[in-house]
């Protein structure tokens, strides 16, 4: 049985939790800066694990700690 932890999410889910524009996560992906796959109908899916460590990474390159 699968979480949500491991449900691959959509490129709106992450511009939502993110709160940044759809252009914004695909500059990201196709920079290489947030690792995502294609699905069978070639959209792009982010896996929690991988967003989690793009926003770590931004986070240290930044200086922001968590709230």
């Given at each position: 049985?699968?979480?949500?932890?491991?449900?691959?999410?959509?490129?709106?889910?992450?511009?939502?939790e993110l709160n940044v524009d759809d252009k914004t996560v695909r500059r990201w992906?196709?920079?290489?800066?947030?690792?995502?796959?294609?699905?069978?109908?070639?959209?792009?899916?982010?896996?929690?694990?991988?967003?989690?460590?793009?926003?770590?990474?931004?986070?240290?390159?930044?200086?922001?700690?968590?709230?």
């Amino acid at each position: 049985m699968r979480n949500d932890e491991d449900e691959p999410l959509t490129i709106k889910q992450v511009t939502r939790e993110l709160n940044v524009d759809d252009k914004t996560v695909r500059r990201w992906i196709k920079s290489g800066q947030l690792k995502a796959m294609r699905d069978i109908v070639g959209r792009y899916t982010i896996s929690r694990a991988d967003l989690n460590s793009f926003v770590e990474q931004r986070r240290r390159q930044f200086g922001i700690s968590e709230e």
